[in-house]
């Protein structure tokens, strides 16, 4: 894998805390503004109401979603030290994202939120296309990032 799909990787690791931020922004009055556009958009025609629970709900999931990234980023980096015997980590990397990507999927539809599916396909593409790309999913020919 090259240097571009590295730096690719580091910066989907940024994206996934600038949107636990995001999230997490959602707890108070003050910092809801961008995750309230959002869910606006998510929402549809239905009446968007952002109460105690929701900022409650909003703060975990942020929470969350910064740490995930965090957590992303230590298993690509470790994956990327070990070289070609980091591919079990690239798998694993690629299996949590896809978990998270079926139900997060399923339960934004079940939900009423479709919409969602755009951004999770974007995602979730933005991690196959440098895992591809790089070859690091393959047994037999994993390789380190350099």
Known sequence: MNGFWRTWLNGWCAVVALFGILLAGGAA????????ALLDLLNG??????????RFA????????IGWSL?????????RRLGPAGGP????????????FVI???????????LNL?????????LIAPLAA?????????????
């Open 29 to 36: 009055e003050a910092t809801s503004g961008p995750v309230r």
């Open 71 to 79: 957590t992303l980023y230590a298993a690509i980096d470790a994956a």
């Open 89 to 100: 980590i690239w798998r694993m990397i690629l299996a949590s994202a896809l978990v998270w």
């Open 45 to 54: 025609p239905e009446l968007l109401v952002i109460d105690g629970p929701m």
């Open 58 to 65: 909003l703060a975990v999931l942020g929470a969350v979603t």
């Open 134 to 146: 790089g070859g690091v999913l393959r047994p037999s020919t994993a390789q380190a990032l350099p």
């Open 118 to 126: 755009i951004p999770n396909t974007l995602f979730v593409a933005g």
């Open 104 to 114: 997060d999927s399923a339960l934004s539809m079940a939900t009423g939120f479709s």
